[in-house]
């Protein structure tokens, strides 16, 4: 039986479309692993692509048929080989991926060295237009953050709280996600841990105590890591605080190229 196509009919109305396509469809994928190879995992995609004014409606089940293509090779390296196929499958001039999905490493406690499993949650953000590629990987991590305010002028102790890191960058070449969770986790007071016995969380406490930083020292730090890397010449930062003494968060966002206003600007790297 032949069926007809309506998405391919003529609209009533003939205006163009930016995007459109499928949104929070979960499927396993693999993603690059630096010490293992690779890591399977599960994605949460969005599909897009654009629809000239005189397609009523795009074809929704191709989005699927092409992932279904790719299955355990869907990974950086390969993002644009999908959106080629996007492209040409659905008749588009652009398409568009976003994945998001969890990301695991084994991480051990700092003075007993008990390994445990710490989630990160990563994306990837693609498109391809007018032979043009533009690709995003970026990373959320959690930290931890101890208030330089409150250290200095308290008699003792000091508020401290989980923060959460969100990096996000566009490079030349190749950037391990453990690469950017080890820039993040560096420019913080601490890092979280999943498992701590009682002498890492006396290390974790008095490790926080020495290296109190605002929102502000946590984005401008990760920037200075994220300035040397020559490769990435465009990048995101945003540190989120849940403050524990307040009932509002602290945030502090930056992106390079850097929009500075002021008189002076001038940054300084110290390799």
């Not at 929704?60 to 499958?89: A, G």
Request: with cysteine; hydrophobic share 35%; net charge positive.
């Amino acid at each position: 039986m032949k069926l007809p196509d309506i998405q391919s009919s003529y609209p009533e109305e003939k205006i163009p479309i930016e995007k459109v396509g499928i949104k929070n469809l979960r499927y396993p994928i693999r993603v690059l692993d630096r010490s293992k190879g690779f890591q399977d995992t599960v994605g949460e995609f969005n599909l897009y692509v654009d629809l000239p004014s005189h397609f009523k409606g795009t074809h929704m089940s191709r989005f699927v048929e092409i992932l279904n293509e790719f299955k355990d090779e869907i990974h950086v390296k390969n993002i644009r080989e999908i959106l080629k196929k996007l492209k040409k499958k659905l008749n588009a001039r652009s398409a568009h991926l976003e994945v998001y999905f969890p990301y695991f490493l084994e991480k051990r406690a700092p003075v007993s060295g008990i390994p445990s499993l710490m989630e990160y949650q990563a994306f990837i953000k693609a498109s391809l237009s007018k032979g043009k590629e533009d690709l995003i990987l970026g990373v959320k991590v959690p930290v931890m953050t101890l208030c330089p305010c409150s250290k200095t002028i308290s008699q003792y102790g000091a508020h401290n709280q989980r923060g959460l890191i969100t990096l996000a960058v566009r490079s030349h070449k190749f950037i391990w996600l453990e690469e950017l969770i080890e820039m993040a986790e560096e420019s913080a007071s601490s890092p979280v841990y999943p498992l701590l016995k009682r002498p890492d969380e006396k290390y974790v406490t008095e490790k926080a105590y020495e290296n109190p930083k605002f929102v502000e020292d946590v984005v401008r730090s990760v920037a200075i890591k994220l300035l040397k890397r020559k490769e990435i010449y465009w990048f995101s930062v945003e540190a989120e605080n849940l403050e524990s003494i307040h009932g509002h968060n602290a945030y502090a966002y930056l992106h390079y190229p850097f929009e500075d206003h002021s008189s002076e600007s001038s940054i300084s790297i110290k390799e």
